[in-house]
């Protein structure tokens, strides 16, 4: 759990980096359901692949971001 908290600090820090950001919901203190599926989502420039990798899953996930800039898993 803690790794998945990293990982959305990490990804909170890229905004400055082909403007990356998370939905406002991830924020400090966000828990999570152990053992559920969660959907990520925020926005990117558009056509951009974002790839989230959490610790709880064997493989990282890769979307592409529409002609609006939005992403989801």
Request: charge should be negative; include cysteine.
């Amino acid at each position: 759990m803690r790794s998945f908290f990293i990982l959305l600090w990490t990804l909170a820090c890229l905004p400055v980096m082909a403007g990356l950001k998370l939905a406002p919901l991830f924020t400090d203190h966000l828990v999570l359901q152990q053992d559920t599926l969660v959907k990520v989502w925020g926005t990117a420039l558009s056509g951009q692949t974002v790839t989230v990798s959490p610790s709880w899953l064997d493989s990282p996930i890769s979307v592409q971001t529409d002609e609006n800039g939005h992403w989801c898993t």
